[in-house]
């Protein structure tokens, strides 16, 4: 079984503060994502990657920065917290690109911006 | 541009009943198709996929058919589940420009005793 893992579970930040999320995964595999889950918007893709040092804007990146120091890691960085950037946070991993593919998901990283 | 929709937010059935969530999709480019299901406070997994037009795809008792001429790709289980609730989510490939996957808004199926 693939394994995504994603520190912290929960957060709560302040307005303004630096917020960053960690992904490790352990499946060997090329690509990893993150999305943000609200209610009404279902899963939208915020940064991308498919090889350490290198990320990809997804479909809503702004407000958002993403690092991928090795294969196994992947993070999502706000500099500057907003309100709006409360939601779930789920990385995700897959062998190779979307098509097709599989997508592994972390078990989520619920976010509370005061 | 590519686009998913699932047009019931919520479904409530009795336990024993059959189900068929809706997902249609518009893309210009051969689709591939997800459903992934999540359930209460646990990460999003793959339920099943396909890009074979008029086969039925099936798992763990759901089906569906991906049917390119309505572009349609439907779940149906004839017997829901307690088990069974949670938030089931259509996606869509298309292999285009940043493989990216278009997810729809969900659909949560809340199924009683």
């Known amino acids: 079984e693939a394994a995504v893992t994603q520190s912290p579970r929960s957060k709560v930040a302040v307005t303004g503060g630096k917020v960053t999320l960690s992904c490790h995964q352990t499946n060997n595999h090329d690509y990893m994502y993150w999305y943000r889950q609200d209610t009404g918007h279902g899963l939208r893709l915020i940064h991308y990657?498919?090889?350490?040092?290198?990320?990809e804007k997804g479909d809503i990146p702004d407000g958002y920065k993403a690092s991928r120091p090795s294969q196994e890691n992947f993070s999502l960085i706000l500099e500057l917290a907003s309100l709006s950037q409360t939601a779930v946070y789920f990385c995700?991993?897959?062998?190779?690109?979307?098509?097709?593919?599989?997508?592994?998901f972390g078990a989520g990283t619920r976010l509370s911006v005061l | 541009g590519d686009s998913v929709t699932q047009t019931e937010g919520l479904v409530t059935l009795t336990k024993g009943l059959p189900v068929m969530l809706n997902c249609t999709y518009q893309t210009t480019y051969s689709p591939f198709l997800f459903w992934y299901v999540q359930h209460l406070n646990e990460a999003p997994k793959l339920l099943l996929k396909?890009?074979?037009?008029?086969k039925r795809t099936e798992h763990q008792g759901f089906y569906a058919t991906l049917h390119k001429s309505s572009s349609s790709f439907h779940l149906q289980k004839s017997s829901v589940q307690l088990s069974d609730s949670a938030l089931y989510f259509c996606a869509l490939s298309d292999g285009s420009s940043g493989n990216k996957l278009i997810f729809g808004i969900g659909t949560l199926l809340s199924v009683k005793p």
């Open positions: 396909s890009s074979t037009d008029n």
């Open positions: 995700a991993s897959s062998e190779w690109g979307f098509s097709q593919n599989t997508l592994y």
């Open positions: 990657s498919y090889v350490a040092d290198s990320t």
